[in-house]
């Protein structure tokens, strides 16, 4: 899938929740009936903004290709760019702060880990974490045991 011969168009803040569309390269895209009370942008590549004025346009494919580099493993990548996902979101609180939410999701995917693991594994500042966990931990989601490695640890795995 690497190097396949697609474009993708992705609605963003769509309130009828549509996804994003694959398509062949070759294909032309007309979109029509748009309709705003703030107005109508289209965001190319996720740089250049475009006011737009009418109720519609068409799109495709640049007959230049775009080239990408990829630097190393990106861990955000691997938590939220799975396909299907196996979390149970109904157990956390509706108002749980984004950091508790990756994290609870970061253990879902991953499984037990330190909390030294935790902050390099989700690149979030260590008070962040410790309150994260903490949370966590009280909401009863979370079980803090010692390590069996290094007696100075903890590992936190999720309750199930």
Do not use: W
Not at 2 to 29: F, H, K, M, W, Y
Not at 97 to 115: I, K
Request: net charge positive.
């Amino acid at each position: 899938m690497e190097n396949a011969d697609a474009i993708v168009v992705v609605p963003v803040c769509s309130s009828t929740g549509q996804r994003p569309l694959v398509l062949p390269a070759r294909s032309v895209v007309a979109i029509t009936e748009i309709e705003s009370r703030l107005g109508r942008d289209l965001v190319l590549d996720g740089q250049e903004r475009i006011r737009v004025r009418s109720k519609g346009f068409t799109i495709q494919a640049s007959a230049d290709p775009a080239r990408f580099v990829r630097f190393g493993k990106a861990r955000y990548l691997q938590v939220f760019g799975k396909l299907t996902a196996r979390h149970r979101a109904a157990d956390l609180p509706a108002r749980a702060a984004p950091s508790v939410r990756f994290l609870y999701r970061l253990l879902e995917d991953e499984g037990a880990m330190t909390e030294k693991r935790l902050i390099a594994e989700s690149r979030m500042p260590e008070r962040t974490v410790r309150n994260a966990l903490s949370h966590l931990v009280r909401a009863g989601l979370v079980r803090r045991d010692p390590s069996l490695r290094d007696a100075r640890e903890t590992v936190f795995t999720l309750r199930r």
